[in-house]
């Protein structure tokens, strides 16, 4: 309960929930039971769920049903270049106004060797722990996935209720 209580907190603060396979299920079926999607209605909050995208049949149907237990959310599939050039079809439709595939971009292999070297922080990088050809893919991988999240917060800028000023008489 305190996990909901924290993500409905009002002070502008976004909020993530990152969600493993095994917490996955049950951290729904409590937001649905407590009635989370009506409270962030109440409160003008639109949530917005970003799903990475699987081909499995588990996957699939897990998306599907978020798609029927939260029809109100902004729900945009994550496509991880990782993963290769999948055929999802339109298994993974986005679903909201605005919602589009969010590309996580394929890291090259010269700088995969020292970002799967524990412990690495992506914040705390220096250029100096990478070769120059390195550190410059790294930078342009990042400017990419910057732009594909600035690209979705623009979208949903956009298809933001708009909220009136109420017009006082008198």
């Not at 996990?3 to 996955?24: N, P, R, W, Y």
């Not at 917005?48 to 599939?77: I, T």
């Amino acid at each position: 309960m305190a996990l909901f209580d924290c993500l409905m907190t009002e002070d502008d603060a976004t909020k993530i929930a990152d969600l493993g396979q095994v917490s996955f299920e049950r951290f729904f079926t409590l937001a649905f039971q407590f009635g989370l999607a009506e409270e962030a209605r109440r409160r003008g909050i639109v949530p917005m769920l970003l799903y990475l995208m699987s081909p499995d049949r588990r996957s699939v149907e897990a998306y599907r049903d978020l798609c029927r237990r939260l029809p109100e959310a902004m729900l945009a599939p994550v496509h991880n270049e990782i993963f290769g050039v999948a055929q999802y079809g339109n298994k993974y439709a986005p679903i909201g106004s605005g919602t589009v595939i969010v590309r996580l971009p394929l890291l090259a292999a010269n700088v995969r060797k020292y970002v799967e070297r524990p412990p690495f922080s992506f914040a705390a990088s220096k250029a100096a722990a990478f070769d120059v050809d390195a550190y410059i893919e790294l930078k342009h991988w990042l400017q990419r996935i910057y732009r594909e999240f600035r690209d979705l917060d623009l979208r949903i800028l956009l298809a933001a209720p708009r909220h009136t000023p109420i017009q006082q008489s008198g």
